[in-house]
């Protein structure tokens, strides 16, 4: 409402409404954008895109709605915007955010703006740090600012707040906090707390054919069954280029996806958790498999030794985004991580009594990627 309704009233107005991918702004935003906002009677069109120019909505009053990834960014920073609308906007880093300010140049509106929606993240976000220095402003919401969850007049969560406040309700730790009440927290104990996303999160692009890949499986049915892809470059860096992270399907089914995924690519070996039964399921569908080493000390003391920065100021293993395959739209619903990335922010320690890290054992729990990186 806040982007759509400017360039409603001003004729000739553009906005840029992005996301860290146009993959995940095409799956989220923008599809919920087109089943619940736009009507027929709207008479608005769509343009494709160009080489040089985002996709867009065209209004009748001549404002458009361009639509954009950040990692594509020759064709953002051709484009000059009244309004920057950015979903998800912890995803982004400070200097995409600055890159999009430079957009602001159209001058077609009396004002030049950029907005954004975020959920909580670690306390030092530089969100959070330009909302604390006074150089952004942040409006807080809560889940009974939301009309759809919660009715104002006779004070109580309507029958879908319910639901989805049990869902959340339900969750621990640092995911509840952030996602149930809104809290900039980063959890006590966290197994790998060298992993940043700024550094260790980065934009997709094509493995070359020469680079060994390996696959990793970790299986699963009412928990997550995860099937990794990683590639080693010549200074043998990791890098996670594709991932299957999903419930409620049977171990053959995943095998005729990971036979069709990998079709024409070098994999060196597949390493697997040691379910006997599992296991032959994968081998009898044409993928042998190797006995993962799970001594898990030893593991995650190697995993957290590739997320440091080596002598070259890089670390030693990477993770590309839109590496999923698919999204398990349950786990999503129940607020539950939906790749390996989100399980960092919630993979911890194992406490004592007193409430303090042991630093031993992690607790067996959101840990399905985990456990297959650690393989």
Same mark, same amino acid.
């Not at 509106?109 to 670690?122: A, E, I, K, R, S």
């Not at 740090?129 to 807080?140: N, P, R, V």
């Given at each position: 409402?806040? #982007?759509?309704?400017?360039?409603?009233?001003?004729?000739?107005?553009?906005?840029?409404?992005?996301?860290?991918?146009?993959?995940?702004?095409?799956? /989220?935003?923008?599809?919920? &954008?087109?089943?619940?906002?736009?009507?027929?009677?709207?008479?608005?069109?769509?343009?494709?895109?160009?080489?040089?120019?985002?996709?867009?909505?065209?209004?009748?009053?001549?404002? @458009?709605?361009?639509?954009?990834?950040? !990692?594509?960014?020759?064709?953002? $920073?051709?484009?000059?915007?009244?309004?920057?609308?950015?979903?998800?906007?912890? @995803?982004?880093?400070?200097?995409?955010? +600055?890159?999009?300010?430079?957009?602001?140049?159209?001058? #077609?509106?009396?004002?030049?703006?950029?907005?954004? !929606?975020?959920?909580? /993240?670690?306390?030092?976000?530089?969100?959070? !740090?330009?909302?604390?220095?006074?150089? *952004?402003?942040?409006?807080?919401?809560?889940? +009974?600012?939301?009309?759809?969850?919660?009715?104002?007049?006779?004070?109580?969560?309507?029958?879908?707040?319910?639901?989805? *406040?049990?869902?959340?309700?339900?969750? /621990?730790?640092?995911?509840?906090?952030?996602?149930?009440?809104?809290?900039?927290?980063?959890? +006590?104990?966290?197994? &790998?707390?060298?992993?940043?996303? =700024?550094?260790?999160?980065?934009?997709?692009?094509?493995?070359?054919?020469?680079?060994?890949?390996?696959?990793?499986? !970790?299986?699963?049915?009412?928990?997550?069954?995860?099937?990794?892809?990683?590639?080693?470059?010549?200074?043998?860096?990791? &890098?996670?280029?594709?991932?299957?992270?999903?419930?409620?399907?049977?171990?053959?089914?995943?095998?005729?996806?990971?036979?069709?995924?990998?079709?024409?690519?070098?994999?060196?070996?597949?390493? %697997?958790?040691?379910? %006997?039964?599992?296991?032959?399921?994968?081998?009898?569908?044409?993928?042998?498999?190797?006995?993962?080493?799970?001594?898990?000390?030893?593991?995650?003391?190697?995993?957290?030794?590739?997320?440091?920065? =080596?002598?070259?100021?890089?670390?030693?293993?990477?993770? $590309?985004?839109?590496?999923? #395959?698919?999204?398990?739209? %349950?786990?999503?619903?129940?607020?539950?991580?939906?790749?390996?990335?989100? +399980?960092?922010?919630?993979?911890?320690?194992?406490?004592?009594?007193?409430?303090?890290?042991?630093?031993? @054992?992690?607790?067996?729990?959101?840990?399905?990627?985990?456990? =297959?990186?650690?393989?």
């Amino acid at each position: 409402e806040q #982007v759509l309704a400017p360039i409603e009233k001003h004729p000739g107005a553009k906005a840029l409404v992005v996301r860290k991918t146009h993959r995940s702004l095409t799956a /989220t935003g923008l599809d919920t &954008y087109r089943k619940k906002v736009l009507d027929p009677s709207d008479n608005v069109k769509f343009f494709g895109g160009s080489q040089d120019r985002p996709a867009a909505f065209l209004y009748p009053n001549g404002s @458009e709605m361009a639509t954009a990834g950040i !990692d594509n960014p020759s064709k953002i $920073l051709s484009y000059e915007a009244d309004l920057v609308g950015i979903q998800q906007a912890e @995803e982004f880093t400070i200097n995409d955010y +600055e890159s999009l300010t430079t957009r602001l140049r159209n001058g #077609v509106m009396p004002y030049q703006q950029v907005l954004g !929606d975020c959920n909580p /993240t670690f306390p030092r976000h530089w969100l959070k !740090d330009k909302a604390t220095q006074g150089l *952004i402003t942040m409006l807080e919401s809560r889940h +009974e600012d939301n009309p759809l969850l919660w009715d104002s007049v006779q004070g109580q969560w309507t029958p879908p707040g319910k639901e989805y *406040i049990k869902v959340l309700d339900d969750l /621990t730790g640092v995911r509840k906090q952030r996602l149930r009440y809104g809290r900039w927290v980063t959890a +006590e104990g966290i197994v &790998y707390e060298g992993f940043d996303a =700024a550094k260790h999160l980065i934009d997709h692009f094509d493995i070359p054919r020469e680079w060994p890949r390996y696959r990793v499986v !970790d299986f699963g049915f009412t928990n997550p069954f995860v099937c990794q892809w990683w590639a080693t470059d010549p200074d043998g860096r990791l &890098y996670l280029y594709r991932e299957i992270y999903m419930t409620q399907r049977l171990v053959s089914d995943h095998a005729k996806r990971i036979v069709a995924l990998s079709s024409g690519e070098r994999i060196v070996a597949t390493f %697997a958790d040691h379910d %006997a039964e599992d296991r032959a399921t994968l081998h009898s569908c044409g993928i042998p498999t190797q006995p993962a080493k799970k001594a898990v000390t030893l593991g995650i003391q190697a995993c957290q030794e590739r997320l440091r920065e =080596a002598g070259d100021g890089r670390p030693r293993m990477y993770f $590309l985004r839109d590496s999923l #395959v698919e999204r398990d739209e %349950a786990l999503a619903r129940a607020s539950k991580p939906v790749c390996t990335v989100d +399980e960092f922010d919630v993979y911890e320690w194992a406490k004592d009594v007193d409430g303090k890290p042991l630093k031993a @054992e992690p607790v067996k729990l959101n840990d399905h990627g985990m456990d =297959a990186m650690r393989y």
